[in-house]
């Protein structure tokens, strides 16, 4: 019976400490690891015309917040063509449907802060069709990067079944 007392404390414990670490997150500049964080507050905000993403080409990933509502978290992101993508993958899975808001909250409200190197960027996101001729180097750059599985042959195939779904961040 002690033991099961002890357990049970030590589980309240972990879990007011969760909550301690997740909310303390969500009040910060910026996500933590993979716990959502506050509106990206910090760092020089960029004015005129985009840059030429290549520089970024390599960088795993940035953080990303929708304006409204403000959290930001940690994504991927690929360059191809001097143009800066991001994927929203498992979209038609149990685990994606419970994890992933932002894209549905994007399809209300596509304005975006990005922040890369300590330098915001404000723009927005635009999905992308199962037509859009950048697909396949999309999908070439994810597989590239992150050794995920993505057939760029496929990535229209993923696009229209709504498996994954493919942005350009663009200026607003």
Known sequence: MRILKWLGGLLAALVLAFGVLVLVARLGDGPTAILPGGPLEAGELHVGAFPDWSF???IPEMEFQLVDPPVSRTIWLQVVDKQ???VSGYMNSTVGKLWKHWPMQAEKDPRAVIRIDGVRYEGKIVR???DDPA??????????KYGAP???KRAPEIAASGDAWFYAFVPR
Do not use: T, W
Request: hydrophobic share 45%; glycine share 10%; aromatic share 4%.
């Open 84 to 86: 800066l993508y991001l």
């Open 56 to 58: 970024a080409r390599d």
């Open 150 to 152: 993505m057939d760029p």
């Open 128 to 130: 992308l069709g199962p």
């Open 135 to 144: 697909l396949p180097g999309i999908a070439s750059e994810v597989a590239r």
